[in-house]
């Protein structure tokens, strides 16, 4: 069975890529990058950026909420809440071998 072709056609959009500034064509109302190399160009910068932000959003030396090491510190996240380990610590935690709770709670005893 023969399929018929729509005799409806494409709407085209001309557009200006985001990336390298070069004027392309296209179907899609919302695409702005023209080709695969510019869309891997600007998922680079965006990953390059989003890890800049991370960096830079804790200050990495402030000290261990377990034990008060600072000289190195890692960022632990668990739920919505952010924690300052140290490497020792973060280890157990995202190994499985401790959970938070408990070294928090042999912090107070």
């Known amino acids: 069975m023969a ?5 409806v ?6 557009r200006i890529c985001s990336v390298c500034n070069k004027p392309f064509q296209t179907h899609y109302a ?5 080709s695969y190399e510019c869309r891997q160009e600007a998922t ?20 261990c909420i377990i034990c ?5 510190t890692d960022v632990h996240h ?3 809440k952010t924690y300052v380990l140290c490497p020792n610590h973060h280890a157990l935690v995202t190994r499985g071998i401790k959970t ?5 709670a042999s912090k107070i005893s």
């Open 78 to 80: 668990e739920g919505n």
């Open 44 to 63: 680079r910068v965006l990953a390059r950026e989003c890890l800049r932000k991370k960096r830079h959003s804790c200050d990495r030396y402030d000290p």
């Open 68 to 72: 008060g090491y600072q000289l190195t």
């Open 30 to 34: 919302s695409q702005n990058i023209c």
């Open 9 to 14: 056609p494409f709407a085209t959009y001309n």
């Open 100 to 104: 938070l709770q408990e070294l928090l």
């Open 3 to 7: 399929m018929r072709k729509s005799s």
